[in-house]
Structures are given as structure tokens and as C-alpha cells.
């Protein structure tokens, strides 16, 4: 089992002092999170092979490996022509991650919910043309439904995951998207079962509560979708609930620290989330 540490609230960090600040606050595995200088949200990477090099080296002279790079791209539409740029962008993400010698990808859906039955279409076309590539490099696709995605539901997306029928694809369960996934945490994952193959570890609000107004936002009717990257004991997630059912179906796979609220004392959430995350996992 590797716990890791998404570093999205390091991403001003340059990126080959990254590895030794990781070794420093007690993880020996990173997400590769989103970052300007390396794979940028919903663009072309932006690093060269040389320099993928150079940051493998500073990876392991810290003593830290990679669990996942992690990409957002609009691979499901909702125009061709964003699907077509993003399948292209995929293409080098492969080419970045595999001379990273990281065996994992990770991602959403990333299509509209007001359209699922197109984005849903969009995103195979968009597999069909990728699946050569995966398998040829030999890497894992983990999947994860996010908050304002064509699947949002937890159990609708184990089933289209399933649905693929790929060893190599994998599901992604997200604890601060708890409350979006229908807010049935344990339940997802035994659902899952060996298919949850990456946890993201964050505490969030339940948003339904007090009859749909904890959260009041403006104007009325609104899509937004609201929710937190919180501290664990910082919000109403099941915690114990969710590592018991991880503990129930065997799960061996990446646990990653996903807090992005306190970017002001980024270390200090850091550290603690790798000693609460180690708490769950020697309980359960």
C-alpha cells in the first residue's frame, strides 16, 4: 500500500526540490498532481523528456517514488475539438509518465452533466483511440466521477468502470466527494470492490444537509457544485466507515492526501494528514 501525498499545494515548489520537501514531511510516495510547469490542467504538458529525467534523479535521491501522475482533460467533449486536443494531449502524458517509469495515470470523466448520454459517447471515442497506447506503454487508467461530471453518482460510475472490462482501468474513490457520490462511502467501495485501486483522503461538509441550505448560494437554483478539501476531523465524513470497507475487500493500493484548503499552513496539514491516514489504515 503506498500513502501519498497529492503536492497541488506545492505546485509553486520548483519542481526537482519537490522530492526532498516530500521526503521531509514524512511521505515516500507523491500524486503528480495538475502543475503549470509539468502537465497543466486541460493543456499539452509542458516539460521535456530532459527534464522528466532530471526530476527522476531528485526523486530518487530523496527516496520518494511516484504513485500516479494525474491529468484533467476534456476527453469526453463537450465540442470534437476539444476532444480531439485532448486525446492528443493524453498521448504525450503517456510519453511524460512512462519515461517517468510511473506505471499509473489517473483522471475524471470530465464531461458535462447536462449531457451524459454525448459525453458519455465522447469519452469512449476518445478511449477507443487511447487504449492502443496504454496498453502498449502497460499503464493503469484509474477513474474518478467528480462533482459536475457526466457520472457524479459513485455507484453508476463503478458500473461504467466495470463496464469497460479493462484489468487496466481501475476506480478512484474521492472522500471529499462523499456527499456528491450519493453519500454512501462504504457502500461505494464494497460495491467496488478490487476495482478501487486509489483513495483520495479529505474531509468534507455534507452539503444536503439542513435541508439543502448548509451552504446558501446565490442566485437560487443554481448548479454549483460545493464541497471541501478539508483536514481529516474537519468535516462529516465516515472515515472509520470507509477504511473498514477498504479493509473488507482487500484494498492495496494508493492512499493519497488530497487537502487543498490551507495553503497557508501547508506543512503543518501535510504532516498531519500522513499521521491520520497511518492511524486508519493500522486500525483497519
Known amino acids: ?13 520548483p519542481l526537482l526540490d519537490l522530492p526532498g520537501l516530500v521526503a521531509d514531511l514524512g511521505y515516500e ?20 523528456l530532459a527534464t522528466v529525467r532530471k526530476f527522476r534523479s531528485a526523486l530518487d535521491a530523496a527516496g520518494v517514488g511516484v504513485a500516479s501522475t494525474q491529468f484533467v482533460q476534456r476527453w469526453s467533449g463537450p465540442g470534437e475539438d476539444e476532444r480531439k486536443q485532448a486525446v492528443r494531449n493524453v498521448k504525450r ?54 462533482p459536475d ?11 461504467l468502470v ?18 456528491h457520490q450519493g453519500g454512501d462511502g462504504p457502500g461505494i467501495i464494497r ?11 479529505a474531509d468534507s461538509f455534507d452539503f444536503r444537509a439542513s435541508s439543502g441550505l448548509r451552504y446558501i448560494v446565490n442566485p437560487p437554483g ?35 492526501s488530497s487537502v487543498f484548503a490551507w495553503e497557508e499552513k501547508a506543512e503543518e496539514s501535510s504532516r498531519s494528514m500522513r499521521q491520520r491516514i497511518q492511524e486508519f489504515v493500522d486500525r483497519w
Open 191 to 201: 460495491y467496488a470492490g478490487d476495482l478501487v485501486r486509489h483513495v483520495h483522503v
Open 29 to 48: 510516495w507523491i500524486e503528480l498532481s495538475p502543475r503549470e510547469d509539468f502537465i497543466p490542467f486541460f493543456r499539452h504538458p509542458r516539460v521535456d
Open 222 to 256: 443554481s448548479t454549483a457544485r460545493i464541497h471541501q478539501h478539508l483536514n481529516i476531523g474537519e468535516g462529516e465524513v465516515d472515515f472509520d466507515g470507509i477504511f473498514s470497507a477498504l479493509g473488507e475487500v482487500g484494498f492495496s493500493g494508493a492512499l493519497c
Open 93 to 146: 502524458i503517456l510519453e511524460v509518465t512512462t519515461e517517468l517509469g510511473v506505471p499509473v495515470v489517473q483522471s475524471e470523466f470530465n464531461g458535462r452533466p447536462e449531457l451524459p448520454e454525448a459525453s458519455e459517447a465522447r469519452f469512449f471515442d476518445s478511449l477507443e483511440e487511447l487504449l492502443p497506447h496504454f496498453e502498449e506503454k502497460g499503464i493503469e487508467l484509474r477513474l474518478e466521477p467528480h
Open 162 to 179: 466495470r463496464g469497460l472490462d479493462q484489468p487496466w482501468i481501475g476506480f478512484v474513490y474521492c472522500t471529499p466527494h462523499t456527499y
Open 1 to 13: 500500500m503506498q500513502i501519498a501525498l497529492d503536492t497541488y499545494m506545492f505546485r509553486e515548489v
Open 149 to 159: 461530471d457526466f457520472v457524479e453518482d459513485g455507484y453508476r460510475a463503478v458500473d
